[in-house]
């Protein structure tokens, strides 16, 4: 059974940022409620049930790996808190939060710089 589930999760390796997009579009269905600290929830078990599973990291996660550095050069924190605990603290509540993380990851991914003049 686990070398069928292999083979399906391996033909759509590159999956996290359609993920994303699936999240951004019902982020009701994915988390429950709209929530950048359910996202970051959600994303840590779907990065432990890939490394459970033998998935070998790929490109987008890895990519996305550098995201942590990113914000904390973006707001200039020198912590270590995770990228949801900065956004969070600089955004009006939890809601708002998981908008301007969507905004900052394609930021990111357009690679803007990190930081802002």
């Not at 707001?75 to 990228?83: L, N, Q």
Request: charged share 30%; glycine share 6%; net charge negative.
């Amino acid at each position: 059974m686990q070398e069928i589930i292999h083979n399906q999760l391996e033909t759509t390796s590159e999956y996290l940022y359609n993920l994303l997009q699936s999240i951004k579009k019902r982020p009701g269905m994915y988390l429950g409620k709209c929530s950048i600290s359910r996202l970051r929830s959600f994303l840590d078990g779907y990065m432990l049930a890939r490394q459970e599973f033998g998935l070998p990291t790929t490109q987008e996660e890895t990519d996305f790996d550098k995201f942590q550095e990113w914000i904390q050069e973006r707001f200039k924190i020198e912590s270590s808190h995770g990228w949801d605990s900065i956004i969070l603290f600089y955004s009006a509540d939890e809601r708002d939060a998981l908008d301007n993380f969507f905004e900052l990851v394609e930021k990111f991914r357009n690679g803007e710089k990190a930081s802002r003049n």
